[in-house]
């Protein structure tokens, strides 16, 4: 009796994973449309969000597909992220609770609906679905090139395939990806410093029509320029959210321009008093080459040591010199320097120099701020390859 029992038990269990594994179709009331979500106030959130909705009234689903989630728990996480090899995964989730989470961040939140047959509806839930198993759902993230927004129109036309024409004379103007991002950015705040201070040349071309999709905001354009079979993809596009993005108060004391120019000054206070006095800061010398050689350690992680495409070629490098890190200890001890230090003084301004070349001839947009930065270290090189040329000849 016992073993008929387990028996049946057993049997039960299987038939009802295969009948979840077995996949519904979709009615012929079912709605398949592509969510675009405004900025955010974080940074991580101020490019937007895309993302697929399926509805289907007769099966009783409202589900969110969403390419743009990934997991805390991976083992290593901090690591992965910063070297650019951190998994993205497709997740699912419910369309009231993916609503909800956009209330609660003051966030719009726009739907097009698409001009799909049944058929089409139906081959597009089950790629998703497909895509959304353990085993296909995670995928190698790129800021630029693969993220949530790109997704979209690559899932498109991998299920509709050449009957899916994505129009590209809608551009008015073509930007470079660094003209782009800052399309996302407030002027004269840290995020933008900090993201043109880590991204490298790569990133100051020219984007065609279809890299400018890695910004939800031209998803949503580019779906509203786009064909099947003639006829336009979106059938109707309408709000559901309607919130004005709120961003926070900017104050120009908190700004990097502020900090930047007050610390400016400040040296050149100092530079002009040691100069009339034949002394040197040495707790200045230490900090400006320690911040510099910092920095610069980390723009070469980013360059060479990660997987992100958007850091290569990064010539704030120069400025921003790693070797500047070793050579602040030398500058802050009261015993002479070392000899080669005269010479490492000289490189220092054409550095500086170069910066400004690569910046002229368009191969590299610095940060704005930067100039602010030049001037500040171009007035202490100055200063130190007198001191220790004229004054200190012998404290090389």
Known sequence: ??????????????????????????????????????????????????????????????????????????????????????????????????????????????????????QEKNDLFRFLENNRKPENRDYKYDFLFDNCSTKI????????????????????SRFTFRELIHQNLKMNSWSSFGIDLALGAVIDKKASAKEHLFLPNYVLDQLNHTTLDGENLVERERIILDIENKTNGHYFTASPFFWLLLFMLFTATITYIDFKNDTRSR?????????????????????????????????????????????????????PPPHWLSKYLMLLPVLLILTLLIWGLGIQRFPPLIWLVLITLGLRYAFLNHYFKNIHPNNR
């Open 283 to 335: 707790w200045l010398d230490f900090f400006l080459f320690f911040v510099t050689g910092i920095v610069g350690m980390f723009v070469f992680f980013l360059w060479f040591l990660t997987d992100h495409s958007a850091t290569a070629n990064n010539f704030n490098i120069l400025w921003a010199f790693p070797l500047n890190s070793v050579v602040g200890f030398f500058l802050a001890r009261h015993t």
């Open 1 to 118: 009796m016992k073993l008929h029992k387990k028996v049946f038990f057993s049997l039960s269990l299987l038939l009802t994973f295969s009948g979840l594994s077995q996949r519904p179709e979709l009615s012929s009331k079912a709605q398949i449309s592509v969510l675009t979500c405004g900025a955010g106030s974080e940074l991580y959130a101020a490019f937007g969000h895309t993302a697929f909705r399926i509805q289907d009234a007769n099966l009783g689903i409202d589900y969110v597909y969403n390419y743009g989630t990934f997991d805390f728990d991976t083992p290593n996480f901090y690591s992965k992220f910063a070297r650019g090899k951190l998994s993205y995964s497709l997740s699912g989730s419910k369309f009231s609770n993916f609503l909800y989470t956009y209330q609660l961040e003051n966030r719009w939140v726009k739907e097009q609906l698409l001009r799909l047959n049944l």
């Open 153 to 172: 129109p690559f899932v498109l036309k991998t299920v509709l395939g050449e009957k899916l024409v994505f129009g590209s004379d809608h551009l008015v």
